[in-house]
């Protein structure tokens, strides 16, 4: 019996490949895992996906930044440091730009001029400066004359509860205790 070369390396060829597959399902592993390239758990092994896949969420990943983003597992370089410093507007040191208290607020402390005078004499000051006569007795009425006295219209005028720099830089130049006020060249006072 003759055998035809060609038909004989087909059989080889098929029994190759046959051979090749029957191995194969033999060393075949299963890996389950996340198959997604675009998630942020993709298993490059894995050839079975298990629905474990996480989307990723671009953002700053930094708790302790200002724009942390809760969610976020892929940090996109946005993350902004807290700004601290003292948010109290009442003091000194008073940051506009601040986020965040650091108890680092500054106040003036109270002090009494020993030089200063006694007696103020306000329709002089009135002319000096473009503030009315009414102004300053409506302040001094309400301010001046409570339990507090001057101490309390100094604190109100200090701490810019008052929008009038004159009466400001007033109370801090003339400030002492006890002080009469003469509000007009009559010698009234308050």
């Known amino acids: 019996m003759k055998i035809n070369l060609y038909a004989l390396i087909a059989i080889?060829?098929?029994?190759?490949?046959?051979?090749y597959f029957s191995i194969s399902k033999l060393c075949y592993v299963e890996i389950q895992g996340c198959t997604d390239i675009y998630s942020i758990n993709y298993?490059?092994?894995?050839n079975k996906d298990d629905g474990s896949c996480i989307p990723i969420v671009y953002g700053c990943t930094d708790p302790l930044m200002y724009n942390y983003k809760i969610g976020a597992n892929k940090d996109d370089g946005s993350c902004i440091p807290f700004v601290l410093g003292c948010m109290d507007t009442k003091?000194?040191?008073?940051?506009?730009?601040?986020?965040?208290?650091d108890g680092s607020c500054l106040y003036e402390e109270l002090?009494?001029?020993?030089?200063?005078?006694?007696?103020?004499?306000?329709?002089?000051?009135?002319?000096q400066n473009s503030?009315?006569?009414k102004t300053y007795v409506e302040f001094f009425k309400t301010y001046a004359s409570n339990d507090k006295g001057i101490e309390s219209l100094y604190?109100?005028?200090f701490h810019n509860e008052v929008t009038d720099r004159t009466l400001i830089d007033f109370t801090k130049t003339y400030f002492c205790d006890p002080v009469t006020v003469i509000v007009n060249d009559n010698g009234k006072s308050l």
Request: hydrophobic share 45%; aromatic share 8%; with cysteine.
């Open 131 to 133: 503030i009315t006569e």
């Open 155 to 157: 604190n109100v005028l």
């Open 12 to 19: 080889i060829i098929f029994a190759i490949i046959g051979l």
């Open 43 to 46: 298993n490059l092994k894995a």
């Open 91 to 101: 003091a000194i040191n008073y940051n506009l730009n601040a986020q965040k208290q």
């Open 111 to 127: 002090s009494y001029k020993e030089d200063c005078p006694k007696t103020i004499m306000l329709y002089d000051l009135l002319k």
